[in-house]
Every structure is written in structure tokens, then in C-alpha cells.
């Protein structure tokens, strides 16, 4: 992830927008992406999360001055929709977290599959290690600010989104 930022947080609902960059083999593919997101709690050590992408949009010439985004549904067609379920909770000293992610990609070509699809089994794997890790290092930063900053579920979440964008 190379940008995020918060669009809205109302009714237990988040919107944010992300920017990916991934590289796989000879590919690069840029992406930008509208997101909601809407966690529960089933008590006080345990919530589920979940996330779904509103638009997906490929970049093309990206860091260059012709940089520029593509009609939703064109492009290289890796990635159309994402949804993703997290499941988080405390326990044993620790915060166990469990990633479901689910991906829409266009079909490949049979001509193309031995070339294409190794590009797109990279970029899959790469973003599910990516997020798992940008998980991992929002929590452990979240003790240190805790001392800090109230424990509001909002304080906290906007941290966590601070902490994955760095």
C-alpha cells in the first residue's frame, strides 16, 4: 500500500480509499481503491470485521507525468472486487487475528494462463502477506499510544489506519 486515507466513519461504518502498488515477475500494477468496512463486536475480547470494495480503478503510468486512471472495469482486469472477513481476538496474552480475503479477477485466456497466471497467484499471495504484516505492526504499536490517548474504539481504529499507512 503506497496511500490511505479516511473518507467517513458514520454508524459504525468506515470508507476509506487506498492506493496498491504490486510486483510480481515482470508486472507492476497499480491500483485504486474505494473501501467500507463495518466491525461487531461479539464481546469484550472478540469482533469481526468486515470489508468491501466499492470501486477498483487500474493506474497506468504510474510516477509518471502521463499518470492516469482507467474506466472502472477496464484495464488489466487483476482485480475487479475484493471482500475480506477478519476475525480478531484476545486471548492467551496476545490478539489472535484470522484473514479471509476473497478476489474477482478477469479470466484468463487458456493461451495466456501459463503466462498470466503465475503473475496473478504473486499478486494474490503478495497482498494477503502484506496485509496480515500491516496488521501485525498496527497492533503492536496500539499498546504504547493507548497509555496516551483515550480508548475509544474510533481513537483506536484511526491509529491502526495511521500505523498501516506508514
Known sequence: MIDSRAL???NGETAFTMRWLKKALF????????????????NERSRYGFAWSTRIQDVINYGQPSESKLPQGTGTGFVWRLFSL??????DGGVYV????????????GCLAWLVSPVVNR????????????????????????ATNSCRPEILQAEGRREKKR
Open 86 to 91: 477478519s476475525r480478531f481476538e484476545e486471548r
Open 123 to 146: 499478486l494474490s499471495q503478495s497482498a494477503m502477506v502484506t496485509s496480515l504484516t500491516q496488521t501485525r505492526e498496527a497492533v503492536r504499536g496500539l499498546p504504547q499510544r493507548a
Open 98 to 109: 484470522e484473514l479471509e480475503a476473497m478476489a474477482l479477477s478477469r479470466t484468463v485466456p
Open 8 to 10: 467517513s466513519h458514520e
Open 27 to 42: 508486472v507492476t500494477a497499480v491500483m485504486d481503491a474505494d473501501y467500507k468496512a463495518y466491525y461487531v463486536s461479539r
